[in-house]
């Protein structure tokens, strides 16, 4: 393996609270008052759009596609506020201890987010100098389970897709993985489920990086 394509969200750092709130406050603005913490698990590794399409399964107004951006505009205003106040306690356990460790050896690091926000949230949590390349929501149009994101990344850090590992949190992702020829490790609260070729609680706990990498 010559690179390390990251999930941001879930896999090193944790943003969901961030994201359930200013989506529950966008829900309580349109009137919408059974939005839940289940909803938001299934808006998570999904683009912006389709999350919003999961708030408004709950409502029974109608929104044109221009006012559906506006809103999703809204909520990442509410969003963006938010990371104002980001910091390295948002980072997941592992997650800058095996950056370090994948540069020592010689691995390239790269993030494969969904995420429009993943350049604001590398630096703020102090991750960006760890990592080599970032290819988030702003380059690609197709969501994950599309290989899209992966493929930019690895294109980027200059591999190709087999020489890269992806590590996941959501099945989506490492369905992702999967259709762009690249391995994956699961992390996460539901690692064991997630179909990845490789697992673990999160990448504090991986074990197996000489069987993974080499
Ligand atoms: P934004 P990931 C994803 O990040 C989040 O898990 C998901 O909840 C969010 O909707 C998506 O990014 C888009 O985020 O609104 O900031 O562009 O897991 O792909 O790193
Ligand atoms: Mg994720």
Redesign the pocket.
Known sequence: MKGVIF?????LVS??EL?FQAWKRLADELGITTFTRADNVR??????M??LEIVLEKSNQQFSEEEKVKL?DR??GY?VDMLNDLDETALLPGATETLEMLHKEGILTA????????PLILEKTGLLPLIDKIS??LDVTKS?PDPE?FLVAAKKLELSPEDCLVVE??AA?VEAAKNGGMKSLGVGPHHAELGADYDSENLATVNQWREILW
């Open positions: 999930d941001l969200d879930g896999v943003t969901d994201h808006q998570r590794g999904v683009s912006r389709a999350s999703a909520k990442n969003y993030v494969g987010s969904a995420s429009k926000n993943a988030c929501g994950k994101v949190d959501a992702g």
